[in-house]
């Protein structure tokens, strides 16, 4: 069992930035994939990023403006969104992932909302 605390999600005028964290209870080390996810309401959750040992994976929609990086001495994967923009709007999800033995968690999910 893994227990993911979220934070840093609001209320943000387009163009504008936050930085997501995800402070994780037990070692994320390199064997380990952390994820952020998305839903919008009405839309399936979606893969917004990863990091496995220092290699990361975007989805093309924020790719130049999201960077996903690891505190690994704090237990901690980060978000850094600029350039938000109004699609961008969705509860982000921090996701936990050992392949064996197979391990999953989920955080509880943080709102962001980009509107003027």
């Known amino acids: 069992q893994v227990q993911l605390v979220e934070s840093g999600g609001g209320l943000v005028q387009p163009g504008g930035s936050l930085r997501l964290s995800c402070a994780a209870s037990?070692?994320?080390?390199?064997?380990?994939?952390m994820g952020w996810y998305r839903q919008a309401p009405g839309n399936k959750r979606e893969l917004v990023a990863t990091?496995?040992?220092?290699?990361?994976d975007y989805r093309d929609s924020v790719k130049g403006r999201f960077t996903i990086s690891t505190n690994n001495a704090k237990n901690t994967v980060y978000l850094q969104m600029n350039d938000l923009k109004p699609e961008d709007t969705a509860v982000y999800y921090c996701?936990?992932?050992?392949?064996?033995?197979?391990?999953?968690?989920w955080g509880q999910g943080t709102q962001v909302t980009v509107s003027s």
């Open positions: 996701n936990y992932r050992r392949s064996w033995p197979y391990l999953e968690s």
């Open positions: 037990r070692s994320i080390s390199s064997i380990i994939t």
């Open positions: 990091i496995t040992d220092g290699s990361t």
